[in-house]
């Protein structure tokens, strides 16, 4: 086999590489948003709150 062949079944194997681990990403995703009864969560709280943003109690003061 050629470099030239090498070459291109290398960027082959990770091409393929890549797109399975997206579908299994995206299957992933569907799971967890399922499992959350489809609603999707505002990541911006959680950046600028933290943890507690996804508690609901980014506005809450400890007693």
Not at 15 to 23: D, G, K, Q, R, S
Not at 37 to 49: H, Q
């Amino acid at each position: 086999m050629s470099k030239e062949m090498g070459a291109v079944a290398v960027f082959g194997a990770i091409t393929v590489v890549a797109v399975i681990m997206l579908l299994l990403e995206r299957r992933g995703m569907a799971k967890r948003k399922a499992a959350r009864g489809g609603r999707d969560i505002d990541v911006s709280n959680l950046i600028a709150f933290g943890s507690a943003a996804g508690e609901g109690e980014k506005t809450r003061t400890p007693n």
